[in-house]
Structures are given as C-alpha cells and as structure tokens.
C-alpha cells in the first residue's frame, strides 16, 4: 500500500468550503493520511497554490510530524510550524485575487526517513525543500479548488 492523503469537507478535485478560506473562519480542514512505508520516521505536510500570479504560494508547512500521527483533527496542527508566504507561522486558507479565477491548492503529504528536519520554528519552504531533499520515502496529495468573485 502507498501513501494516501485525504482532506475532508471536499472531494478531490472539488471546491475548498469556505470556512477553510481566508473569507470564512481560516481554519485549516481535517487531514489524513495511511500507507504511510514501514521505515517513515516522520512526515511533512505542505499546502501550495501554483496558480499565484507572484508563483507557487505556500499556504502551510508544517514538519517533524511524529511518525506515529495518521492526520490532523480541523484546526489541529502537530509537530512544528514554518512561515508561509503571508508571513506568519501555521495554516493560511486560500485567498486569492478576486476576479483571478479558480486556484488549485494542492495538500502534500510526505513521509520521511528522518525523524527530524533539522529546522526550527518558522523555516521558509526553500529551507524545508533543501531539509527534504533525499529523505523523501514517499508523497501523496489531495487537490482542492477555490475562487474568490
């Protein structure tokens, strides 16, 4: 079995509910993941928009996830949170430009083979991909979609 990540509240592919956006209450969904290989001794979660105008945007990184987790309750967090690129530390809902159209926002899972990324709070996503980097066991995403009008 591979590693499966599931977001609730959507389907995948499917509109992210407001509650989880920058205009509802701007809480992060219930995540889980299962499958996750034998030797994972940690896991990362990451949630990106690749639609922003300014390039990819990192809403959520978070990291040094106990191996033992299997998801994340609404508005549950575990292990240690970076800064995503409004600036501060934890889950930031999508937001994106009114009128731009429909941004995909993609759920990332990871187990790692280490128990630590060797980073402390508030790393920046080029810190958390060069601490990844060769200790990926294996990846899953979840992808929703949002629009603001």
């Known amino acids: 079995m591979s590693l499966e990540i599931t977001?609730?509240?959507?389907?995948h592919g499917g509109a992210i509910p407001r509650r989880h956006t920058c205009e509802g209450e701007?809480?992060?969904?219930?995540?889980?993941?299962?499958?996750?290989?034998?030797?994972?001794?940690?896991f990362?979660?990451?949630?990106?928009?690749?639609d922003a105008p300014v390039g990819t945007w990192n809403h959520w990184l978070l990291y040094?996830?106990?191996?033992?987790?299997?998801?994340?309750?609404?508005?549950g967090s575990a292990g240690t949170s970076?800064?995503?690129?409004?600036?501060?530390?934890?889950?930031?809902g999508p937001c994106p430009p009114r009128g731009h159209g429909p941004h995909r926002y993609f759920f990332k899972a990871f187990a790692m083979s280490a128990a630590s990324a060797g980073l402390g709070p508030g790393a920046v996503r080029a810190d958390l991909d060069r601490a990844m980097r060769g200790k990926i066991l294996e990846e899953a995403q979840y992808m929703g979609r949002y629009e603001r009008r």
């Open 64 to 75: 040094d996830i106990p191996a033992g987790t299997a998801g994340l309750a609404e508005g």
């Open 44 to 50: 990362v979660l990451i949630v990106d928009d690749p």
């Open 82 to 92: 970076g800064k995503n690129d409004f600036g501060r530390t934890g889950y930031g």
């Open 7 to 11: 977001v609730s509240g959507f389907v």
């Open 26 to 42: 701007d809480v992060s969904p219930a995540i889980s993941w299962a499958g996750a290989p034998a030797a994972a001794q940690s």
